[in-house]
């Protein structure tokens, strides 16, 4: 009877030659990488991040050109830090719900942040419904959560 051994769900036959164990277990190790690099969902326990190859003051322009070509207003930039929002259409459920209880128009307001590493600039994000804005009982709603959060991942990804 053959003893079979499970590595990471591939079984691997005990009576193989040891070389024949070493590849399987070098191909499951590989494959388990690949999959886990296609995990990387946006959320708001995984907010967008990319590190782009540019210093800092480079990677922060490049961010503000991107979201002034999409109709946001800077609001704040300074340090390592740029803050822009937009009115935002609530074109999705999750945006149609919440807008319904504002009182006034929400808006969507992204908080960049800008980390210089090793060869370039680290850039992380957030990406928030403002209710009631301007209010005493202003609110937010994260969006990294909807579709908005890929959406600000493939943005951040597309900065050169």
């Not at 070389?19 to 886990?36: D, H, P, S, T």
């Not at 190859?53 to 979201?67: D, G, M, T």
């Not at 946001?72 to 935002?88: A, I, T």
């Not at 929400?106 to 800008?114: I, N, Q």
């Amino acid at each position: 009877m053959l003893q079979m051994k499970h590595y990471m769900c591939i079984c691997v036959d005990t009576k193989q030659s040891e070389g024949e164990a070493v590849l399987k277990k070098i191909f499951c190790a590989l494959a388990a990488l690949l999959l886990a690099g296609c995990q990387s969902t946006v959320s708001s326990d995984n907010p967008p991040l990319v590190v782009k190859q540019i210093p800092l003051p480079a990677a922060k322009q490049a961010v503000i050109s991107e979201f002034t070509e999409r109709g946001f207003k800077v609001v704040r930039s300074n340090g390592d830090v740029v803050v822009v929002e937009q009115v935002l259409v609530p074109n999705s459920s999750e945006r149609k719900l919440h807008a319904s209880v504002s009182d006034g128009i929400p808006k969507g307001r992204a908080v960049v942040r800008f980390a210089p590493v090793e060869g370039g600039t680290q850039i992380t994000s957030t990406y928030d419904m403002i209710l009631n804005p301007g209010k005493s009982n202003q609110e937010m709603v994260t969006l990294l959560d909807s579709p908005d959060g890929a959406r600000l991942q493939r943005l951040l990804e597309g900065i050169k």
